[in-house]
């Protein structure tokens, strides 16, 4: 069977810049609930990733299953909210191969940090807990989200609704 297009087909170019959000790995259902919500938001790159302070630790094969699981829920997502685009969704990995693995443009969450600027297309939220000296030693730069600590996939959501809103045009830098 052969389906006819009942009209011409329209293409919508891929906003940009493409906006990237990470978050590090923990326990539970939080992983989907936040990567549910940034594919919704319209955010173009989600990448999960181990710390020195995160719980969770995969091996090779465990990693592939949770991107697999991730991916799935960003579909499913996608469809919900009638997006066109999946986000791309890494398979987790360790913070170092994450950063160094990044465009220009990248900014780790940290309280009592600057707020975003028009050059920042990525953010990387660390574990509760937070990050350990090393692991901030080697940000790129800082971001602050609020004036308030967050949970984790709170975090990320917060970073995604920043970064959509400033492309878009809602938001402004100061």
């Known amino acids: 069977m052969h389906l006819a297009c009942a009209g011409p087909v329209g293409t919508t170019p891929s906003p940009e ?45 465990a990693a592939r299953r949770r991107g697999d699981r991730l991916r799935r829920v960003a579909r499913e997502a996608a469809a919900q909210c009638r997006r066109l685009r999946l986000p791309v969704i890494d398979d987790p990995a360790p913070y170092e191969a994450v950063l160094a693995s990044f465009p220009g443009g990248l900014a780790v969450a940290e309280p009592g940090a600057a707020p975003i600027t028009a050059a920042t297309t990525g953010i990387l939220v660390g574990p509760e807990g937070g990050f350990t000296e090393e692991e901030l030693s080697r940000a790129p730069a800082f971001v602050g989200l609020t004036d308030t600590v967050l949970r984790t996939e709170t975090a990320a959501v917060a970073a995604g609704v920043l970064l959509v809103s400033l492309r878009s045009g809602r938001i402004r830098p100061s």
């Open 17 to 61: 810049p493409p906006l990237i959000v990470g978050f590090a790995l923990h326990k539970g259902e939080r992983p989907e609930w936040a990567v549910q919500k940034l594919t919704e938001l319209g955010v173009d790159r989600i990448v999960t990733f181990t710390t020195a302070r995160t719980v969770l630790r995969l091996d090779d094969t």
